[in-house]
């Protein structure tokens, strides 16, 4: 049998194509994009300006990929949700809603699971299942603006996997989430995080989005890094910041770094220092992040006093520097965890069985 077509990952020009392959009039396509990615519906029978026909054999020979939340979370502190989407094949993801007074922000996962292993994050225990596929990655946004009624207008790629590990895929949402016939969402209002994968940054420098590059650096030297982050094994603070004057150098955009305080590992004012040092003169921000504890591992988050001396200090070194604003505190938990415990409990179930 001919393999389903994940029709929700193709891009207009593509669509009609598919279109003219199923022997339909070409902008039929532009037609389809518009329901999936502007309307963003949820199947073939609400397409109306469709035959009934042409509805039927989009069934026929499509996938149509929805996300199901199956549990979520709201917070009654500042309004924060996170959702667990189940997805076609029985795996789930987490996504985070957040509101601000600039506009409502997603955080949205790129893979199930991870494999950079980083010691601190709950999404890397088990590995790396699979990557989620561009149609997957539009529906986390889409999805949570149908169940919270709220719309996007800002989107970090910082929940579970790491983009530049689903090089192509992340590309391709990007390309989707920001055509101006679908959702339409400014690439400027775009963040992508990684925990530095060199030639995959310079990769995309090549390619001149226009998006914002969120490096998770956590350290300022390389023994620390790789302490905290095993990929640090693989490209030194050297490289990644060469990789990272690339991108600026290319797109005209200023670099965020991210940090994350642990509590005796990273936080200290002599790391602060050295931290300015190694970032003084580029145009960058950083954001300070206190660890969420994971309760798998033994890292505890840096006291308040620590995190406002390291800000100070980066600061007073002429460094822009923010301490991250929690969000959603009583629904807590890092990127991850809620996925992992949501596992735990049906695992037990199980066994009860
Ligand atoms: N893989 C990408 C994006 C996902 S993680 C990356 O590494 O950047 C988004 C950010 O959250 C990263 O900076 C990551 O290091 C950080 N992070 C992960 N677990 C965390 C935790 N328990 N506490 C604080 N920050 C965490």
């Not at 996300?67 to 993801?93: C, H, M, R, W, Y």
């Not at 989430?177 to 775009?190: C, K, P, V, Y």
């Not at 390619?207 to 350290?219: D, F, G, P, V, Y």
Request: contains cysteine.
């Amino acid at each position: 049998m001919e393999e389903r077509t994940d029709i929700k990952s193709l891009l207009p020009e593509e669509l009609q194509s598919f279109m003219k392959k199923l022997g339909e009039k070409p902008f039929r396509g532009k037609q389809i994009f518009d329901w999936l990615h502007h309307r963003q519906v949820e199947s073939f029978d609400e397409m109306t300006n469709l035959s009934k026909d042409l509805r039927e054999k989009l069934k026929e020979h499509c996938v149509l990929t929805v996300l199901k939340p199956v549990q979520i979370l709201t917070s009654s502190i500042d309004g924060t949700q996170k959702f667990l989407f189940a997805l076609e094949d029985g795996n789930v993801i987490e996504s985070v809603l957040m509101k601000y007074h600039h506009g409502n922000s997603a955080c949205i996962s790129t893979q199930v699971g991870c494999r950079m292993g980083c010691r601190f994050c709950a999404s890397t225990i088990d590995g790396m299942v699979r990557n989620l596929t561009p149609s997957e990655m539009a529906e986390e946004i889409y999805a949570i603006q149908r169940n919270s009624g709220a719309p996007v207008s800002n989107i970090v790629l910082m929940g579970s996997g790491e983009p530049l590990d689903n090089y192509d895929h992340v590309m391709k949402f990007m390309d989707l989430i920001t055509h101006e016939q679908g959702a339409n969402i400014s690439g400027r209002n775009l963040t992508l995080s990684t925990c530095g994968l060199v030639p995959q940054i310079q990769r995309l420098a090549a390619e001149k989005r226009q998006i914002t590059l969120a490096i998770s650096l956590h350290a300022p030297d390389d023994e620390t890094r790789r302490s905290l982050m095993p990929i640090a094994n693989q490209y030194s603070i050297a490289e990644v910041l060469d990789a990272c004057e690339e991108y600026f150098e290319k797109t005209g955009r200023r670099i965020s770094f991210e940090y994350s305080l642990v509590a005796g590992v990273n936080d200290t004012r002599e790391e602060a220092k050295k931290l300015a040092g190694l970032l003084k003169g580029r145009n960058c921000h950083i954001n300070l992040i206190p660890v969420n504890p994971v309760k798998e591992r033994e890292y505890r988050r840096s006291d308040r006093k620590s995190v406002e001396d390291f800000q100070r200090i980066l600061k007073e070194m002429g460094l822009n520097a923010t301490i991250r604003r929690e969000m959603g505190a009583d629904i807590n938990g890092a990127c991850g965890q809620l996925r992992k415990s949501y596992q735990e409990y049906n695992k037990k179930k199980e066994g009860e069985q």
